[in-house]
């Protein structure tokens, strides 16, 4: 495998894992909005880690012991409260942690075992599909904007069907808008949530729904 396509696939991987933040971050704010009580909370878990830190340098050893064991306890009581807050507002307690994809690295594609970092099996996977073509990257030279073929696609509209009010070709011709849309804005930062993941998944989706039964 050549090195420039580990390094696309990682930064794919770098920014699908950005994009799980960020809508984790995003779920957070919205949640704080109405709820500012979690977000004292948090302020006041990482005051205690400060304060026990700085008072653990200047303590006595017998007393680190103790230092320690009551930052475990005042902690855990304010994962408590918190969680408590999460479960009355009907969320589950991982609501504000990152939806990766692939749920073993964390989508880094990098895995920890035995002390080593090894490629993940969802890495692997990818390259494997690549190295056999089995991607839908590997026909980039005939399947293109220039080879697109709008007749291809049905100009009758059929709600029942194609579950949309309009035509299979009209459908196709916004989703080729907003492709080339897309690709015209790709370096611009202010779209950087709309990327090239977001687009192909719901372009596979709308895809598969509508013309692949
Ligand atoms: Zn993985």
Same mark, same amino acid.
């Given at each position: 495998?050549? @090195?420039?396509?580990?390094?696309?696939?990682?930064?794919?991987?770098?920014?699908?894992?950005?994009?799980?933040?960020?809508?984790?971050?995003?779920?957070?704010?919205?949640?704080?909005?109405?709820?500012? %009580?979690?977000?004292?909370?948090?302020?006041?878990?990482?005051?205690?880690? *400060?304060?026990?830190?700085?008072?653990? *340098?200047?303590?006595?050893?017998?007393?680190?012991?103790?230092?320690?064991?009551?930052?475990?306890?005042?902690?855990?009581?304010? *994962?408590?409260?918190?969680?408590?807050?999460?479960?009355?507002?009907? %969320?589950?307690?991982?609501?504000? /942690?990152?939806?990766? /994809?692939?749920?073993?690295?964390?989508?880094?594609?990098?895995?920890?075992?035995?002390?080593?970092?090894? *490629?993940?099996?969802?890495?692997?996977?990818?390259?494997?599909?690549?190295?056999?073509?089995?991607?839908?990257?590997?026909?980039?030279? =005939?399947?293109? =904007?220039?080879?697109? @073929?709008?007749?291809?696609?049905?100009?009758?509209?059929?709600?029942?069907?194609?579950?949309?009010?309009?035509?299979?070709?009209?459908?196709?011709?916004?989703?080729?808008? %907003?492709?080339?849309? =897309?690709?015209?804005?790709?370096?611009?930062?202010?779209?950087?949530?709309?990327?090239?993941?977001?687009?192909?998944?719901?372009?596979? @989706?709308? =895809?598969? %729904?509508?013309?692949?039964?």
């Amino acid at each position: 495998m050549n @090195n420039s396509l580990l390094k696309q696939l990682l930064t794919e991987y770098n920014a699908k894992r950005n994009i799980a933040i960020d809508e984790a971050e995003e779920r957070k704010a919205k949640l704080l909005e109405v709820n500012p %009580k979690i977000s004292e909370i948090d302020k006041e878990l990482s005051k205690i880690s *400060i304060d026990t830190s700085r008072n653990i *340098i200047n303590a006595k050893p017998e007393e680190k012991t103790k230092l320690l064991a009551d930052l475990k306890k005042k902690s855990n009581n304010l *994962i408590k409260e918190k969680n408590f807050i999460i479960k009355e507002l009907f %969320k589950s307690t991982d609501y504000f /942690e990152p939806n990766f /994809e692939c749920k073993m690295c964390k989508d880094t594609g990098f895995v920890q075992k035995n002390g080593k970092s090894e *490629i993940c099996s969802c890495l692997k996977q990818k390259i494997y599909d690549i190295a056999y073509n089995k991607s839908n990257m590997g026909n980039l030279e =005939f399947e293109n =904007f220039g080879t697109f @073929n709008i007749r291809l696609f049905s100009d009758k509209e059929n709600k029942e069907k194609y579950k949309s009010d309009i035509s299979p070709r009209e459908n196709m011709n916004l989703l080729r808008e %907003k492709a080339n849309n =897309f690709i015209q804005n790709f370096d611009d930062p202010r779209r950087k949530k709309f990327n090239f993941f977001r687009w192909n998944w719901a372009w596979k @989706n709308v =895809f598969n %729904k509508l013309y692949c039964k």
